[in-house]
């Protein structure tokens, strides 16, 4: 499947929202149960961490970079999200995505990415392992989910270029 990657525009956010419920109704992508308006998911990633996967005029997944925290000293420390559409899982786009956005946080000085992932997301946790990502730690019972806690592994990646 040809298919590019750009920045992600505010016009992409519909089918970039779409995308993200979808994930959403999986139960094992995030703790969220709706997802947010443009406004409110804007403020709280990265302005240079926004990427979309589109072939032709058709987002087929995203993947974005939010700070983990305000403090100055986590500057180079970036959360990486990837979310692929159902229609268009297991093509690659997802570790085309996960590239693309290790690439762009280097080029911008973040020096760790971290994933928080359920453990029952085994294709998530797969992905993130093959672009470099160890896991660091289990945070357990940290949310729950239709009544049901759940644990969520904490995954990171540290930039053999950046913060040495």
């Known amino acids: 499947m040809d298919y590019s990657i750009d920045p992600m525009m505010p016009t992409d956010w ?4 779409a995308i993200y419920l979808e994930g959403i109704v999986t139960r094992n992508a995030t703790f969220e149960r709706e997802p947010p308006s443009w406004e409110k998911w804007s403020t709280s990633h ?3 961490g926004r990427l ?3 072939a032709h005029d058709v987002v087929l997944g995203w993947g974005a970079l939010s700070p983990v925290s305000s403090r100055c000293c986590y500057a180079g420390v970036a959360e990486a999200s990837i979310y692929v559409g159902n229609n268009y899982q297991r093509e690659g786009i997802g570790g085309t995505l996960l590239r693309a956005l290790i690439d762009l946080s280097e080029r911008n000085g973040i020096w760790t990415l971290q ?9 998530s946790l797969a992905l993130v392992r093959k672009y470099g990502f160890r896991e660091i730690g289990r945070r357990e019972r940290l949310g729950q989910i239709d009544g049901v806690w759940r644990d969520v592994l904490l995954l990171e990646r540290r930039s053999p270029v950046v913060g040495l």
């Open 14 to 17: 519909e089918p970039v929202r």
């Open 46 to 48: 990265l302005p240079f």
């Open 52 to 54: 979309v996967a589109r």
């Open 115 to 123: 994933a928080g992932i359920f453990p029952e997301n085994i294709g």
